[in-house]
C-alpha cells in the first residue's frame, strides 16, 4: 500500500505536468494536436483495460476460496478459478498494450512524435508510463500464475499474491481512466 501511495504521487506529477504545459502552450496549440487522436479506438482500448479489472477481481474471489483451477468444462464461466479468470486478464491487457502501439504508430505516422511539440511530449510520456505500469502488472500475474501452477497446493500465501497483484491492477486501471478523460474526453470535448 505504501508503495502504491508513492506510485499515487509519481502519477500526480504526470497529470500536473500535462496540466501546465496545456495552460502555458495555449489552447490553438493543443487543439491542433489532439485533432489526429483516434477518440473511438482509445474509448475500446479503454474498455477493454477496464473490463480487465472485472476478471482481475474475479479470480480475486477464486483465489480468495482458494480455487486455483476450473472445476468444470472450459466454456463454465462459473466455474472458473484464479488460473483462468487471471489468465484472461493477462491476455485483456496485452490487448490494451498493443493497442497503444497501434495508436503510437498512427500518431507518429500523422506527424505526432515526442520530440516535436509540447503536446507530443506529454502525451508519450504520461501515457508511456502508464504502460510501463501495465506491462509490470502483466508480468506480476506470470509470477501469480506460475506460482500457482508449482504449489501443490493452492493456499494463503498464493492466494494473498493474487490480491495483493489485483490491488496494483485495479490502482493501474483508475490511472488510466484519469488519463483517459483528461487526454481523450476534455480534449475530444473542447476540439468538437
Request: negative net charge; contains cysteine.
Amino acid at each position: 500500500m505504501v508503495w502504491l501511495s508513492s506510485e499515487l504521487m509519481f502519477f500526480a506529477g504526470l497529470f500536473a505536468m500535462y496540466f501546465t504545459h496545456r495552460s502555458v502552450a495555449g489552447p490553438e496549440a493543443w487543439a491542433e494536436h489532439t485533432s489526429v487522436l483516434n477518440f473511438p479506438f482509445a474509448l475500446g482500448n479503454t474498455t477493454i483495460l477496464v473490463l480487465s479489472s472485472v476478471t482481475c477481481q474475479m479470480g480475486v474471489f477464486a483465489a480468495e476460496r482458494f480455487q486455483a483451477r476450473r472445476t468444470g468444462s472450459l466454456l463454465n464461466v462459473a466455474r472458473w478459478g484464479m488460473q483462468e479468470w487471471y489468465t484472461l486478464t493477462f491476455v485483456m491487457g496485452s490487448v490494451f498494450v498493443a493497442g497503444q502501439v497501434t495508436e503510437y504508430t498512427e500518431l507518429i505516422h500523422h506527424g505526432l512524435t515526442i520530440s516535436n511539440s509540447t503536446y507530443g511530449s506529454v502525451f508519450y510520456i504520461t501515457t508511456g508510463f502508464h504502460a510501463l505500469h501495465v506491462i509490470g502488472g502483466l508480468v506480476a500475474f506470470l509470477y501469480v500464475l506460475a506460482s500457482s501452477f508449482a504449489a501443490r497446493r493452492f493456499g494463503h500465501l498464493e492466494a494473498g499474491r493474487a490480491v495483493v497483484t489485483s490491488y496494483y491492477w485495479h490502482f493501474v486501471d483508475v490511472v488510466w481512466i484519469g488519463l483517459f478523460f483528461v487526454i481523450y474526453v476534455l480534449d475530444y470535448a473542447l476540439v468538437q
